[in-house]
């Protein structure tokens, strides 16, 4: 069965600080992963998508990492600010279905002053 | 820049009536989604839709939901009748091929 697990499930963090969230998938066909920035109420907002032949993607401070062979994917974020407050969701697309995206439940990250 | 614009923001019903979804897609894109998320889950794919047909559903899009594009602009998801289990945020997205989805705002739909 097609699923995402990301880990953690929450987060707190002080204001300036990085850190690292984590997505595991077993997606088959793989096609791409992307990271999604959801604020509470609203609609998920892209971050990056990568496709099978690439292994980092950096937006911004956003950097996000991809290993197809074990179907792991990391977000991490540098000198966090107090909007980077939301829920982050790594998404999962499988070959030759467009809209049929496998959705992680995301990590809630709450960055503190 | 554009957006995908979904209107009603909340909408409020009672069960057992029909409710109508309302989506504008950005203009260039071709193909259309419908997701759900229910308070607290994950968000869940429910339809796409290409070239004026569904092209992918879940188990989720029973006979209760349909979707239709009624002029260039809109793309509309309508569930006949609706249950206390249909309460969830619903999600527009468009895009123009196996690139990023965006994503609307959201209508969160409460039936009572």
């Known amino acids: 069965k097609n699923q995402v697990e990301q880990s953690p499930q929450s987060l707190i963090i002080l204001e300036g600080k990085n850190c690292t969230l984590q997505?595991?998938?077993?997606?088959?066909?793989?096609?791409?992963l992307r990271w999604y920035k959801q604020d509470t109420g609203r609609g998920p907002v892209s971050l990056t998508i990568?496709?099978?032949?690439?292994n980092t993607k950096s937006n911004g401070r956003y950097t996000a990492t991809l290993d197809a062979d074990t179907k792991q994917s990391s977000l991490h974020i540098t000198a966090s600010q107090l909007s980077d407050s939301a829920s982050y969701i790594c998404v999962v697309s499988a070959w030759g279905s467009q809209g049929n995206l496998i959705f992680g439940k995301g990590t809630k990250l709450s960055v503190k002053p | 820049e554009p957006e995908v614009t979904q209107t009603p923001s909340h909408q409020v019903t009672q069960m057992g009536q029909e409710v109508i979804l309302r989506c504008v897609p950005i203009?260039?894109?071709?193909?259309f989604y419908w997701y759900r998320q229910i308070l607290g889950q994950k968000v869940e794919f429910l339809v796409s839709?290409?070239?004026?047909?569904?092209?992918?559903k879940s188990e989720i899009f029973d006979d209760q939901f349909s979707v239709e594009r009624p002029d260039g602009s809109n793309f509309t998801l309508k569930i006949r009748s609706t249950k206390l289990e249909d309460s969830a945020m619903y999600f527009c997205?468009?895009?123009?091929?196996?690139?990023?989805?965006?994503f609307g705002q959201g209508t969160r739909l409460t039936v009572v």
């Open positions: 203009s260039n894109h071709l193909y």
């Open positions: 997205a468009s895009n123009r091929g196996n690139t990023e989805a965006f």
């Open positions: 839709f290409y070239n004026n047909e569904i092209s992918e």
């Open positions: 997505c595991n998938y077993t997606v088959s066909p793989f096609s791409n």
């Open positions: 990568m496709t099978f032949s690439e």
